[in-house]
């Protein structure tokens, strides 16, 4: 699946940090933001300060700190949210504008690719974050693309820690948390979570994407178990089943995807392994999905592949890891090339699974 981050967004970041810096070419620009990109980058990885309370200051503090993030972190966003929404069922028709709410939405990054994801649909947005700039920022963007890109879209923005947001007689199709989770302390996931789910409408649908972060434990998994378990909340993604997770580490994608002009221009300085993106998902709705003849299938590690046929390990809708057989002879020319450039993370629809000689080892046959 080829992903490009919309050039229009990048623009409008560029000239954002152009007004801030005086720069002129995007190259210029880019070396004058630098030192505040680093200080960002920096701060989710090497010197990522200890999980902040919920109404912690922002790092969003200003307009220059906004185009910053959004130059280094809003394309990455954009791959990797559109690789989540790209498996999904169609999202259920409603008869009023489908009602999202981005909490913690910061600059805006995953409301653009929900917008975008949904095309012409008409949507009401709700943007939730404790930075007003960032809301300021996120507002003016949607003002300068909407008549172009979203038309009929809405927006409101409420500028409030995430401890007062409350379920309340509103209710939402979607609820975006991006990237939101890792940053609070572990007692308030769970409690956001709650509020969450409580605020879905019957059919509606709880995007849930993380960082994968080895040092803060998996507490993904904690959180889908709570969500199936104490909310009654069913997944549709990553898992093909409600079962316990199988899996031994934290359950996760890895990426490649194409990096955008910006980014190209500033990794050519900070040299770091932007090129895979690795997160964890976790989409929930309050309604049981229906049943369906297609099995469901997740690669959940390195695929080999062999003349005539490639392996993989899988987490099956039996609830187990099995290693897959796939014959080439199985699919048509499309489906084979993507079976060379097969990641963890991918879905595969298949008709049938067939235990083989190995207990470990089953044949499936594709979906039609």
Known sequence: MHIAYPSELEAHWLEIARAETHGTSPRDILHR?????????????????????????????DTRSCAAYSLFFAP????????????????PETAHPLRVLDLGAGTGAATWTLLDHLGSRPVA???????????????????ALRRARWPDATLR?????????AASTEKFDVILLHYVLNELP?????SLLSRAARSLTPNGRLILCEPLRH???????????????ELGLHPLAPCPHALACPLDGPCHDVRTWKLSQAL????????RDLRHLAYALLVLTPNAPPASDTLRARVVGSPSHAKGHTVCPACCSDGQIHRLQLLHRDFDTAGRKDLRHLERGQVLRLASLTPLGDPSLFRAIPAT
């Open 33 to 61: 933001m630098l030192p505040d990109i680093v200080r960002l980058a920096d701060r989710f990885t090497t010197a990522r300060p200890p999980d902040a309370a919920p109404g912690a200051a922002p790092y969003l503090r």
């Open 76 to 91: 990455q966003t954009y791959a990797r949210l559109s690789h989540v929404l790209a498996e999904l069922p169609p999202f």
């Open 125 to 143: 947005l709700s943007a939730w974050d404790h930075s007003r700039p960032a809301l300021r920022c996120l507002h003016d963007l949607f003002s």
């Open 157 to 165: 923005t409420t500028p409030a820690p995430l401890g007062d947001f």
């Open 186 to 190: 572990a007692e308030f996931r769970r």
């Open 215 to 229: 040092d803060a434990g998996d507490y993904m998994r904690g959180l889908r178990a709570h969500a199936i378990e």
């Open 264 to 271: 190209q221009i500033l990794n050519s300085v900070l040299h």
